[in-house]
């Protein structure tokens, strides 16, 4: 039975190119918007000592600070108050006004706010907790005069000040409304490009993108030195999906900022999701010829070093990210990773030996695989079996793991055992089933592997995988072709675009004699998909059409694309074969 294209059951635990898995964009993330969720009001904690009080101010204090640690807020609320309007305290006045909201007293939180504000006017945490409990009483008139004194008191912090007011408005009830009262906060502060881009960013994440590219604009006229809108309005536009827009925009930022290192970073990134590696490279090494040590660099131009298969440029800069000592773990990961793609195991071993932190299950999970590769089978599993026992949330996909690898070493029943283990612990797990049941068909057979993807359609009748599957296994490796053909159509209605269903049509029909109805849907996967199971297909297909040439042509192109494809490999040599065999007869006949 040939590699299919069948969905294989996820594997959580990272087994690709971590370029598959966008890791560059880790270097440039898109700044969050603005926080959605009401500030903080934490309960309030011991005040510092006050100096000078006399025996009728420390008793509230102390009585306060005992009832606060009880947890009764009401009361601490009390004699913090007392103790305020004795002492005159700012301190004392906001620990009234926090235990009446942690009491969820908005009477007496005003009555004490209305203190605090009264001996601290101008204390910016004042202005900020008036505004929410102004937006709790629904005056958001009330609400903006103090968030407008926030941001005036904040000089030259006015970005944190109106990221502050963002987190307060995120309190009202509707995106509308929150909105608006940032654009009416922004109103007061016209020419403040903190102001504008803090509107760009909660426009973004309340999605209005209008708004916020216009906000992004003006902050970006307002402050034309200032990266952070430029590298705002890119993202906005390439989550819009404006990707041309995006990029020449960007690559016009680039132009005018040639010292600007975030945006050269976020171009270098753009690249690499338009999967121009090359280009992409050539830019990250001119960023790493301006900062030399610069970690996030260094491991740009490893990864894409590693993605463009070469593995010793990886080897370089991977090893000098590690001996910058930062990154050391992800240093570490890619150097195994290296190591391994070079066939050198011993060095792939040594370095997945010292990765910790967040690729560390990853790197074991390699020492597993390289493990048994060299014959150490038993130490495989014992890393694996340790794995489970010390992580009970990956064991499923740990007992996958292990499958894979016996299955990998030609141990077939072994890998048959695990599945049979892991499915005592996961009784009926559909992702188990389906991947002992492909394993199965795999082996040849096709009876315990039909029971199990029958199992898994009993339970979800529009598993368009499952169905899939079977059906194409019945069509491959039995005459059971009327029953195939109703199973892929069903996975056909599932998933109309899917190339390996379109395939598995594609070779029902060419079993059923129907070439030209084949022929239609193998060349419909084989544009969405150049994968080598499919053109070995098209390639049969187009043979018994007796429309060689273009058969030959289609297989070429696949063997330079996939050159290990066992399948396509054996059904390349097959046909090779037999040209052979004509060319010879037609010479002897001559």
Known sequence: MPAQRFPSAPVVLGLTLW??????????????????????????????????????????????EVAG????????????????????????????VRAAISAEDDTAAG???????????????????????????EDREGALIHLQRLVELSGEGGEAAFTKAAAILARLPTPEARLAMMESLVERFPESADAHQALAMLAAGLSQPEVAERAARRAMALRPDWSEPRLFLVRLLLSD?????????????VEANPGDRALKMLYGQLLVDEREFSTAREVFERLLREYPKDPDVLFAVGILSLQLEDLAGARLHFGRLYE???????????????????????????????????????????????????GEVAQAREILQRMRDQSSDNALALFMVEAEILD??????????VYDEALAAFPDDDTLLYARGLHAMKHGQIELGERDLRQIIEADPDHADALNALGYTLA???????????????????KPEEPAILDSLGWVHYRLGDLERALDYLQQANDL????????????????????????????????????????????GRHRLSRSESAGQGAASD
């Open 19 to 64: 370029f598959q898995a966008g890791a560059v964009s880790a270097l440039t993330e898109t700044p969050a918007p603005a926080a959605e969720s009401p500030p903080v009001v934490s309960k309030p904690t011991a005040p510092k000592p006050i100096a000078g009080l006399t025996p009728d101010q420390v008793y509230h204090v102390l009585v306060a």
């Open 69 to 96: 640690r009880r947890g009764d807020m009401r009361l601490a609320f009390t004699h913090y108050l007392k103790a305020a309007e004795l002492t005159r305290a700012p301190e004392l006045a906001e620990l009234a």
């Open 111 to 137: 009555e004490a706010m209305v203190l605090w504000l009264t001996l601290a006017p101008n204390a910016p945490d004042a202005h900020q907790v008036a505004a929410f409990l102004r937006l709790k009483a």
């Open 241 to 253: 999906d404006k990707d041309s827009e995006a990029r020449a925009l960007l690559e016009s930022f």
């Open 324 to 374: 910058t000592g930062q990154r050391q773990d992800e240093a570490a990961f890619y150097l195994g990773q290296t190591a391994e793609r070079a066939e050198d195991v011993a060095i792939a071993l040594d370095w997945y030996a010292k990765v910790g932190g967040a690729n560390a299950d990853d790197a074991r999970v390699r020492l597993a695989f390289l493990r048994a590769k060299r």
């Open 408 to 417: 990998g070493v030609e141990r077939p029943d072994e890998a048959r055992a």
């Open 476 to 494: 491959d490796q039995t005459d059971r072709f009327a029953e195939a053909l109703a199973l892929i159509e069903r996975a056909h209605a599932l």
């Open 529 to 572: 998909l150049q994968d080598g199971e499919i053109a070995a297909h098209l390639g049969e297909v187009l043979w018994a059409l007796d429309r060689r040439t273009e058969a030959w042509a289609v297989w070429d192109k696949a063997v330079e694309t996939h050159p290990d494809h066992a399948y396509l490999q054996e059904v390349v």
